[in-house]
Structures are given as C-alpha cells and as structure tokens.
C-alpha cells in the first residue's frame, strides 16, 4: 500500500511540474507577445509623429508664404506700385 501511494504522489508532482512548466512557456510566449506589440506600436506612433512634424513644416512654411504675399501687397498699396514691384524691393 505504501508503494502504491509513493507512486501516486511521484505521479502528481511529476504531472504538477509538467503543468507548471507548460504555464511557464506560456507565460514567457504572453510576455514575447507583449514585447513585440508595444515595439509595433512605438513604430507606429514614430511614423505618426514624423508625419505630423512634416504637416506642421508644410503649414509653417504655407503661412509664412501668405505672410510674405499679404507683406508685399500692403506694401505695393502703400508705395501705389505692383506686387511684383513690391516684392523685388
């Protein structure tokens, strides 16, 4: 009787280390997961972040376009001269 339950605990520890190390395996493949999806998402958000720097540049040197042709025209107005007069000066 004692052989019979040495073996059933033998068999139990080694099934529950088994177990534990099929969850250990699982654990390690979440964590991998886990990695690569927030390097996938700081790639995404660099992208994102340089798409927005070039719009901002775009904007930034769109209304300093606008800036320089309402300059000349105010001062085409004043001088009573052309834009393009204006804009040689």
Request: aromatic residues 0%; proline residues 0%.
């Amino acid at each position: 009787m004692r052989k019979i339950v040495l073996a059933a605990v033998a068999t139990t520890a080694l099934s529950l280390a088994a177990c534990s190390e099929g969850t250990e395996e699982s654990a390690e493949a979440t964590a991998d997961s886990a990695a690569a999806d927030a390097e996938a998402n700081m790639d995404a958000m660099a992208e994102g972040a340089d798409e927005m720097a070039a719009d901002a540049d775009a904007m930034a040197a769109e209304g300093a376009a606008e800036v320089d042709e309402a300059a000349a025209e105010a001062e085409a107005e004043v001088q009573n001269e052309t834009t393009a007069e204006a804009e040689a000066d």
